[in-house]
C-alpha cells in the first residue's frame, strides 16, 4: 500500500460557551482546525486533526499547520502508511522539529492501518481496557463565583473530574480554588491549572495557601526548573503539561520526582505513534496520565478516545472530548460523552466518517 495523495481542510469551531480563557488573559471563541485526508493506492483513506489552542499556548499555530504539510507533504507520497515507525522517521528528517505539523498525518495513518486490517484503533494501540474511560471537564477563567457555579451543571452531565484554570492574580486564584473544591462531592478530583501562569514566589504561596484543599497542582511556572522548586515544596499531587514534549523530558522529569501526573498531548508529541511511546513508558515507570490534545472536534477526540481507551485502567487519570465542547460537527461515529465517560469506537481504525459538506474544499492538495 502507498500514500497517493495527502489532502487538507480548514473548519472553524465556535465554543457553545462562547469563550475559552485560561492563563495570562489568554483567550479563544473559534478554534481553527485543521482536517488531514490522507489517500492511498488501496481505495482506503485514513483522516486526522490538528487544532492548537491558538497562537499563543505552545509553539503551534493553524496556519503552521497547513504550511508544514506542503513542506512535508511530497517526502510522504509513495510511503506506505501502515509502516508508522518507518513513516515517522522519515517525516522527521524531512522536517526538523514542528511535530504537532505530523500529528494529522500520523493519526490519519493509523486510521488507515486500521481499516486496512479490520481493528480498531483501539485495539491496535494496546488493547482496550474495560468499557469507558472517565472524562474531565476544563471550567474556563472567570470569577471565582462564576466558576464555582459550574461544577453543579457539569456534574448533571456526568463529569466528575474538574480542571480549573487558575495561573492569575495568586490572591484571586486561592480564591478560586476555594470556592471550586467547596463544591465538590466524596469522589470528585480537582486540578488546578496555572497553564504557566505564575512566578514561582507566586506559586509556592498559593499551594502553601491551599494546604488543607484536596487539589492537584498543574504546570504552575513556565520554565520545568521554576516547576520542579515549586514541587519540592509542595504537599499535593503534581501534574506537568506543557514541559513535556518529547521523551527526554519524561525521563528527566520521572529521575527528579517532578510530578505523579504527566498531561500527553498527541499532537505535542507528533501524533499517535510518538504519544503511545511517551504512554508506555509512564506505564513501565508508574507514572499517571491525562490523555488529550491541544483542542479539536470529532475526528481529534476519536484519536484521545482510541489511545486513552487502551492505556490501563490504573494509571489513566482521565481524558477530554473535546467535540462535545463546540457547535460544529465534523465527522459520524466520533465517541460522545454519556455520563462523564465515553468509548472509543469499535469499528475499523477510527471509526469516523468526515461530514464533507462540513469540511468543504480542501486547503491544502498534494498528490
Not at 490519519?108 to 484503533?121: E, T
Request: one cysteine or more; a negative charge; glycine letters at 10%.
Amino acid at each position: 500500500m502507498k500514500i497517493t495523495g495527502i489532502l487538507a481542510y480548514r473548519v472553524e469551531l465556535p465554543l457553545h460557551e462562547t469563550s475559552y480563557k485560561w492563563s495570562g488573559g489568554k483567550s479563544v471563541t473559534v478554534f481553527d482546525s485543521t482536517i488531514v485526508q490522507v489517500d492511498t493506492d488501496a481505495g482506503i483513506t485514513g483522516y486526522g486533526e490538528v487544532c492548537p489552542l491558538g497562537p499563543f499556548y505552545l509553539p503551534a499555530y493553524a496556519d503552521g499547520v497547513r504550511a508544514g504539510l506542503k513542506e512535508l507533504g511530497p517526502h510522504l507520497i509513495g510511503e506506505d502508511p501502515r509502516q508508522l515507525m518507518k513513516l515517522n522517521r522519515t517525516m522527521d528528517a524531512a522536517l526538523k522539529g514542528h511535530p504537532y505539523v505530523k500529528s494529522g498525518i500520523d493519526i490519519a495513518c493509523w486510521d488507515i492501518l486500521g481499516q486496512s486490517c479490520g481493528m480498531p484503533a483501539c485495539e491496535l494501540l494496546g488493547g482496550r481496557y474495560g468499557k469507558d474511560v472517565v472524562l474531565y471537564r476544563a471550567i474556563s477563567q472567570e470569577s471565582p463565583e462564576q466558576m464555582a457555579a459550574k461544577v453543579a451543571g457539569y456534574r448533571a452531565e456526568g463529569y466528575r473530574r474538574f480542571q480549573l484554570k487558575v495561573g492569575g492574580d495568586p490572591d484571586v486564584d486561592i480564591e478560586r480554588i476555594r470556592a471550586v473544591s467547596a463544591k465538590l462531592q466524596s469522589g470528585d478530583r480537582l486540578v488546578a491549572d496555572a497553564n504557566t501562569g505564575w512566578v514561582q514566589h507566586e506559586a509556592v504561596r498559593v499551594v502553601k495557601s491551599v494546604r488543607d484543599v484536596d487539589v492537584y497542582i498543574e504546570q504552575p511556572c513556565l520554565t520545568y526548573e521554576e516547576c520542579l522548586a515549586v514541587r519540592r515544596q509542595c504537599e499535593h499531587p503534581f501534574v506537568l503539561d506543557e514541559n513535556i514534549d518529547d521523551l527526554n523530558i519524561l525521563l528527566r522529569a520521572h529521575g527528579d520526582r517532578a510530578m505523579d501526573v504527566v498531561n500527553l498531548k498527541i499532537s505535542k508529541l507528533g501524533g499517535l505513534t510518538k504519544t503511545r511511546q511517551a504512554r508506555d513508558l509512564c506505564v513501565s515507570i508508574g507514572i499517571g496520565m491525562t490523555i488529550e490534545d491541544s483542542w479539536g472536534g470529532d475526528i481529534a477526540t476519536a484519536a484521545i478516545a482510541a489511545l486513552a481507551h487502551s492505556t490501563p485502567t490504573e494509571f489513566l487519570f482521565t481524558t477530554t472530548d473535546f467535540n462535545s465542547y463546540v457547535t460544529v460537527s465534523t465527522a459520524d461515529g466520533a465517541p460522545q460523552r454519556v455520563n462523564g465517560r465515553m468509548a472509543a469506537s469499535t469499528e475499523p481504525g477510527l471509526g469516523i466518517k468526515p461530514k464533507m459538506e462540513v469540511l468543504g474544499k480542501p486547503v491544502v492538495r498534494i498528490g
